[in-house]
């Protein structure tokens, strides 16, 4: 079994210990996840061990042989050349043994044969490698990753940075190293690529360390969790979720420890106040001096510290609060949407999610009144007030002002006090708070204009990827006060633990047309998974039989599409009717309540006989609708 040994990992910058004498070990079955506040050095620790950063002292034992690749956080740098050729650089701690198999089989042409058993060994190790089987490797990773065939011969320069991260995981997968280092490979990846990373991750051969904001994601991958705190790190055997409830009762023991130091400190200090110019008393004044000079602070973990946001108080809306009627959108031949149909009730929280370019950000446009290019009908409910943050939310940012300044210029006047918290809670701590916006990194820009929306009295909030510049920390405090939040939320996300713990429905938009699913996360990520299997044997069969298909596969397979689309329209419109039909019982039933309806018998007899023909019609359109949503379920395609 090999293994890795990291020891006494020493790194300064200027008089900070950002490295403060690291050890650890890994083997091929470590599954380490690696926690700490932004800042705290996670990122430093990976490149020190890769030699990126040179470290003022460390030791590194590997058994012979093994290798370790690493993923970094950001700003990768990709050659001019195709997806499939910068993917391929995977293998190409290959190239060596091509090289002398071809220096052999040059030998051998000139007659010399010593080289043939050397000619075999080469060919074995080619072959236990996966070097012949690279291509559908590649291919199998690449598409897990969210590539399409026909995206395998683009320039890797024709993708946005996201995806070209993703090319930068691929690539470092298919090395397939006894060791992996990876700085937040979940970032950029939509939620079938981060189910499908989940799952090649638990089969993975190799040892694993990992940096994730993913709380979802570490639970399922990881098996201990080191914590990098002050330059020191911290072992914690478990999940995440495990490390969280042994290190809060931690943290309640230090903020004690905390209370009884700043205490113990109080009274020297009023000692040393009260005493300072007593000749009698010098000597203990001095003693005092000498002993708060020798405390050394208890510190508490800022990323765990727990932080509490509440939303301002908005006005009440109507039930309906978002009604789409056959909704058609496209851009050019591209159709994105083709009929949909749904309601938005109050204080509902509908997560949209789906493969990326699939029209989640565009619906969430559409939904807050921001693109008007399309057909159908789309309208908001009474007394609606929309609060809508989008991935271009940053450029909403006045650079001259500084951060605190910014939030100042939208927060309510009573709500001003709580500013500095606020910010605080969204990482913007001590001096940061008087950093120009000019200066702020985009994720920084992106958090601020979120908190500035959050500060708003809206009762319908649309945010697209509103925890994508959170640490975990934050997201529970995001989660916590929208579990709160009186208002309705529609959002977009890709973090599996954001959508769990708050969606009360999921509308999933794939190639296949929007699926609607309760909030049931189990079913949703158990469909999901039972998806990205289809997926795979599809691949594999496309593989293994290239066979042209058919023109009546093809059309067969294309008016199947078709009739699952028409299910799913038919179904949006069947939730409409039976939705409309409710809020008309209700009114009945509300009419029969009153004095001069159930006190007069013509009048409570009609009103009785109208309920139950809309009970009736209500009953027969849920049957129907049970029966398209099964047909729908048993399509395979």
Known sequence: MKSLQINSLYLSFADRKILDGISFQMDEKSRYALVGAN????????????????????????????????????????KDESVYESAEHGYDRFIPLLREEEMIGNEIEDGNEKGLFRLSEIHEELESGGYYERKRWIGSVLMGLGFEEKDFSRNVSEFSGGYQMRIALARVLLENPDFMFLDEPTNYLDIEALTWLEEYLKSYPGGIMLVSHDQDFLDSTVDTVFELFMGKLKEYKG???KYLVTREEE???REKLRERQEAEIKDKEAFIERFRYKATKARQ????????????????PSHLKKVHFSFPDAEPSGNDVVIVEDLHKSYGDNVIYDGISFIVNKKERLAVTGRNGKGKSTLLRILAERDHDYSGNVRLGANV?????????????????????ELESVADTKDLPKVRN????FLFSDDDVMKKCSVLSGGEKSRLALLKILMHPYNLL??????????????EMLLEAIDKYQGTVIFVSHDKHFISKLATRILYLSEEGPEFYSGDWEYFNYKLKEKEELYQIRREEREEKPAEKTTQNYREQKEAKNRKKKLIAEIGKL???????????????DEMSLEEVYSDRMKITKVMEEKEKLEKEKEEKEEKWMMLSEEVENFDI
């Open 39 to 78: 800042g705290s050095g996670k990122s430093t620790l990976f490149k020190s061990v890769m030699g990126i950063i040179e470290p003022d002292d460390i030791n590194i034992s590997i058994t012979k042989g093994g290798r370790i690749s690493y993923l970094p956080q950001s700003d990768v740098v990709l």
């Open 239 to 241: 999940n995440y979720s």
């Open 251 to 253: 943290i309640k023991e």
């Open 285 to 300: 004044v001095q003693s005092r001096i000498k002993m708060l000079e020798k405390i050394e602070l208890v510190e508490v």
């Open 385 to 405: 007030k929309v609060g809508y943050f989008d991935q271009e939310a940053e450029k909403t940012i006045d650079g001259s002002n500084t951060v605190l300044e």
């Open 422 to 425: 606020m910010l605080g809670a």
């Open 462 to 475: 649309i945010l697209d990827e509103p925890t994508n510049h959170l640490d975990i920390n934050t997201k």
């Open 575 to 589: 939730e409409l009717e039976i939705s409309s039909i409710e809020e008309k019982i209700r009114t009945l039933s």
